[in-house]
């Protein structure tokens, strides 16, 4: 993760610990290698909808508990950090805004001091699973969106941020808002390496329309610009060419150079039938203006296009072009009396665009969109509180991912992202805390987007109805063009227009709009599918007086996998073994480690293998017979050796904080202090130790 020297910085109180959210929505402030937040849960597979693998963590997952221990399940334990650790191409995240949805019983003065621990630990655990070429995109509303940058240019560093989308959340004004009625939410982008790249989108229709024939040509376009900026730096493409029309000199505008050679250029001009010479016209002082340069500084010997022969002749040449209709590419405006454009075919430019950073609801939908949608998939149910609708979600995944990346959401809500990312063929990740929210919406939503019978969203697409569009016309263009003329219709502006009615100008609309029809498309019937994985429970219990030890469900059954998920090792029910890192062994044994099952562990080793024992009882004798049987071999005890990995961390972050405080000015605050854990960790650990 990046670190920056000497960088601007959003303090906060208790910026240092850890928030630990209680399943009752309370929270608690812990140093970050407290075992309450650092233990790593194991995921426990509840059921599966559809077609899912044998690779249970290959698979499509929604996964039901905290984000925060989800986020670091997912990149510690072995089976799922193979899968997922730097291999998450986008993380698309809508947290809480920071009301009290999100943490109802907090203090109101500790509210963003809450807000941006809770989202700083999730972003800090997102980062390692991303891709190099992957990124993070945050979606906000006035409330944090300041601060929440901050945080962003600390986690992923300020030189990642790529842009911040608007989205035109509504559909209409609220004229009930006291002051200004807000229109818009923000998505924060934020790349995981400065050289990011967006993926195009597909052209608008209505960018399409935009490209006419109004000379007769067969190929629509659009008028251009034929020159170009820094003409300080090009100088020789400075100078003026003369119109056949009119014989006027025409130049490039101040700053701007003609786009092309001057070979080019007499070739585009020439072609309206006149032959044209370089000729110098002693034009260096204008030529010197438009460069931004003084006449003595100016590039000389640089000639004007100029008409070769007879100029009356000329103009009755390009008149009778000009008349003839589908002019040359290069054109003079105005009838011929104008300066210079340059076609451009809508066949020469790319059917890809940029992203923009304004994303207009006619285009992504509002929240009328998200929540017609999801009523229509629930209509017995009061709709979600906060969806987004699959037009903006399929917009990111567009710009962000491509088909068979790995799509993360850990604030899931409703599951539009899984949706989305399903239906357009990405793999993906979704976390969601509510159990509540994931029976009424989530799974219910996601099961019927594998069964086919989510039509809604992005399941569907409008199409032209036939095809009624004459040839050289676009979809769009005929919609456009009605409605231009239906503008005018109302305006009045055809009243006066000689040989037009208003019942034809009427048909005509009609008919436009009639040949631009559209119909519905099916573009997912369904197919695919998912796991369901819950967040277990703590392996660790603790009593009113502090004292650690290992809880009832652990200790009768899932002790192995728990402690190998403590220790890094990757899980195997290989008895007697449960587990493998590199050539050691884990055993774990839920009883006494004597002499006899020394022996017999090291009975199954092969030559070149060590073996961890973790045991909840240790006979003295059997530390010695291990290491002399099998040197470089360990035994511990649980979970004294569990919590002591996370009590030496402790011990680590307090001494660097204490460097720290003492190379650093006094500091005061604002912000009240939070209040802290009852209990200090490292008593409890050292109590724990006492009495394993």
């Not at 006291?178 to 989108?201: F, H």
Request: charged residues 25%; contains cysteine; glycine residues 8%.
């Amino acid at each position: 993760m990046p670190r920056y020297e000497g960088r601007l910085e959003l303090t906060w109180t208790n910026k240092h610990e850890q928030l630990l959210a209680h399943e009752d929505g309370t929270y608690e402030w812990l140093p970050a290698s407290d075992y309450r937040v650092a233990e790593v849960r194991l995921l426990r597979e509840t059921e599966s909808v559809g077609d899912v693998s044998e690779r249970r963590a290959g698979d499509n997952l929604l996964i039901r508990g905290d984000a925060l221990h989800a986020l670091k399940s997912l990149s510690k334990l072995p089976e799922f950090s193979r899968e997922y650790v730097g291999k998450v191409r986008l993380c698309y995240i809508d947290p809480p805004f920071n009301t009290e949805q999100a943490f109802p019983d907090y203090d109101d003065n500790l509210e963003h001091s809450v807000w941006l621990t809770m989202l700083r630990d999730r972003l800090m655990e997102i980062y390692p699973l991303l891709t190099d070429d992957g990124s993070v995109w945050v979606h906000l509303d006035d409330a944090e969106v300041h601060r929440c940058r901050a945080v962003l240019d600390e986690v992923f560093g300020a030189k990642n941020f790529v842009a911040t989308v608007i989205w035109q959340k509504a559909y209409s004004p609220k004229n009930d808002a006291p002051a200004l009625s807000t229109d818009q939410d923000y998505i924060l982008v934020y790349s995981k390496n400065p050289d990011w790249r967006s993926n195009r989108l597909p052209r608008l229709a209505s960018r399409d329309a935009l490209y006419t024939t109004p000379d007769g040509d067969p190929h629509p376009w659009v008028s251009g610009d034929p020159a170009a900026p820094s003409a300080h730096r090009n100088q020789t493409w400075v100078y003026a060419i003369q119109s056949p029309f009119t014989g006027d000199l025409v130049y490039p505008a101040d700053g701007r150079c003609w786009g092309s050679k001057q070979e080019t250029m007499k070739e585009l001009v020439e072609e309206w039938g006149v032959p044209y010479e370089v000729r110098e016209i002693g034009d260096d002082e204008r030529r010197a203006h438009i460069c931004g340069v003084s006449v003595e500084d100016v590039r000389k010997g640089i000639g004007a296009l100029m008409v070769k022969g007879d100029l009356d002749e000329a103009r009755e040449t390009v008149r009778e072009r000009y008349d003839a209709g589908s002019w040359p590419r290069l054109y003079f405006t105005r009838g011929g009396r104008g300066g210079l454009k340059l076609k451009r075919y809508l066949g020469e430019i790319s059917q890809s665009r940029v992203p923009q950073t304004l994303w207009l609801n006619d285009e992504v939908g509002h929240n009328r969109t998200a929540k017609a949608e999801i009523k229509a998939l629930f209509p017995q149910l009061n709709p979600f509180a906060t969806p987004k609708p699959e037009r903006l979600i399929q917009r990111i995944l567009q710009i962000a991912t491509d088909p068979g990346d790995i799509v993360l959401d850990c604030f899931a809500g409703s599951g539009t992202t899984p949706a989305v990312a399903h239906k357009m063929g990405r793999r993906w990740i979704a976390v969601e805390r509510s159990p509540e929210t994931i029976g009424k919406f989530t799974l219910p939503r996601l099961t019927k987007v594998v069964l086919g019978e989510d039509p809604g969203g992005v399941s569907t697409v409008k199409v032209p109805a036939g095809e009624d569009l004459p040839e050289g016309v676009f979809p769009g263009q005929a919609k456009a063009a009605a409605k231009v003329v239906s503008t005018f219709l109302e305006a009045g502006a055809l009243d006066d227009v000689e040989g037009i009615e208003a019942g034809a100008a009427k048909a005509l609309v009609a008919l436009l709009r009639k040949a631009d029809k559209t119909t519905t498309e099916v573009l997912w019937e369904g197919g695919g599918g998912f796991r369901v994985l819950a967040v277990s429970e703590s392996m660790f219990e603790s009593d009113p007086d502090g004292l650690v030890y290992l809880s009832d469900s652990i200790s009768n059954g899932e002790l192995a996998e728990a402690t190998a998920a403590q220790l890094g090792y990757e899980y195997r029910s290989d008895p007697p073994f449960a587990g493998i890192k590199g050539r050691t062994r884990l055993a774990v044994v839920d009883g006494v480690v004597n002499d006899d099952v020394v022996r017999l562990l090291v009975s199954a080793l092969a030559d070149d293998e060590r073996v961890l024992v973790c045991g909840t009882g240790i006979d003295p004798q059997a530390r010695t017979l291990l290491k002399d049987l099998r040197p470089g071999s360990t035994l511990r005890k649980v979970p004294a050796a569990l919590l002591q990995r996370y009590r030496n961390a402790q011990r680590r972050e307090r001494r660097a904080g204490l460097e720290r405080r003492s190379t650093e000015p006094s500091q005061q605050t604002t912000e009240p202090e939070a209040t802290a854990s009852s209990s200090d960790p490292t008593q409890t650990a050292t109590a724990t130790g006492a009495s394993a």
